[in-house]
Each structure stands twice: as structure tokens, then as C-alpha cells.
């Protein structure tokens, strides 16, 4: 098990927000309220679980297995494990939870200078997509990142990702580059 970086008690207080309703109409019930709180070291592994579960059907890291095969004999999975270990040293790990799980994660800083909020993953179990988690997620980890004295959030998202891209234009995102990740074996 990796080392958490230890969160100051004020950080855990849990914050609660109002129901979000389904994203599709008459297929889900409504999501219940997430209750926020910041995560602590004997919440690892189950939150390497569900990032690992919602990323995989997106996750770039699985494409770099398909076209090189494992970097360094570590496939997607392994470095995706490495990811998440870096993230609880150094970045803040929100936690949502409905009334009996956890249901979804939002990670990031914010870079007190120039008071800006980075999220670098969001994410809902794949059993609870679809109604309402990941815009009520997103939302907390803005409201978490205004609490640090963010006045700015950005983040990065495949732009294949229909689904994730349309939530975050609709709350505000505006789109302000692209880039594209490259790869070679160094001959």
C-alpha cells in the first residue's frame, strides 16, 4: 500500500449537496445526495478500484498497450496503479458517497498563485453512471477548489469523450485547447 500524504482535519468535514436528476429522463431514478469528504490512507484501494473500473473503457494508457505493448513490462493497469499512488502524495482526493458506498472520485490541486484549480480525474463507478454522480461530483470538487481559494478549474479530457465533454460544457467549460499525445519507441 502506498503512503497517503496525511490531510489536515479541517479538510473533513463532509460537505452535502442537493439531488442532481438523471441525465436521461425515465431510465434512472434519481441519484441520490453525494456526501463529500476528503480521502484518507484506508481509502486507497478501494478508490484505485473505481478509477481503474470507470477509466478503462477511455483510459489512453490502454491504447499505448495495443500499439507498443507494456512500457517496461508494466501494462496500462500497473501504470495506472503508479498514477493514482503519485495522486494520493500529492493532490487533493475528493470522495463521494451516496448512502451506503462510494460512488465517485474527483483529484486535483490548486496552485495558490494563480489561483487555479486543476482536476485531473474524474470519475463514477461504472454502476452508478448515468444518474446525475459525475456533474454532482464535478460540482463539489469546484466548490472543495473555491474553499482552497481557487478562482479557476481546468482540466483535460480525451476529446472522443462525448459523454464527459458534454457535461463539462454544460457547466461553463469552455473549450481553450487541444493537444495530442504522441508516442515512440527511441530508437
Not at 452535502?16 to 486507497?44: I, Q, S, W
Request: glycine share 6%.
Amino acid at each position: 500500500m502506498v503512503e497517503a500524504r496525511t490531510i489536515p482535519r479541517a479538510q473533513t468535514a463532509p460537505l452535502v449537496t442537493r439531488p442532481v436528476a438523471a441525465l436521461r429522463p425515465g431510465r434512472y431514478n434519481r441519484a441520490m445526495p453525494l456526501r463529500f469528504r476528503v480521502a484518507e490512507p484506508a481509502d486507497y484501494e478501494e478508490v484505485e478500484r473505481l478509477l481503474l473500473a470507470s477509466f478503462e473503457p477511455v483510459t489512453w494508457f490502454r491504447r499505448v498497450d495495443e500499439q507498443f505493448g507494456p512500457l517496461n513490462g508494466r501494462d496500462w493497469r500497473e501504470r495506472w496503479r503508479l498514477r493514482v499512488a503519485h495522486i494520493f502524495r500529492t493532490q487533493t482526493v475528493l470522495l463521494g458517497e451516496d448512502e451506503t458506498r462510494l460512488v465517485a472520485v474527483a483529484t486535483g490541486d490548486v496552485d495558490p498563485i494563480l489561483r487555479l484549480g486543476y482536476i485531473e480525474l474524474l470519475a463514477v463507478a461504472p454502476e452508478a453512471q448515468g444518474r446525475g454522480y459525475g456533474r454532482e461530483m464535478l460540482r463539489g470538487m469546484l466548490r472543495h477548489m473555491k474553499q482552497q481559494g481557487a478562482l479557476y478549474a481546468s482540466l483535460d479530457c480525451l476529446a472522443e469523450n462525448d459523454r464527459a465533454n458534454s457535461l463539462y460544457r454544460s457547466e461553463g467549460f469552455r473549450e481553450v485547447a487541444c493537444h495530442i499525445r504522441w508516442l515512440v519507441r527511441i530508437p
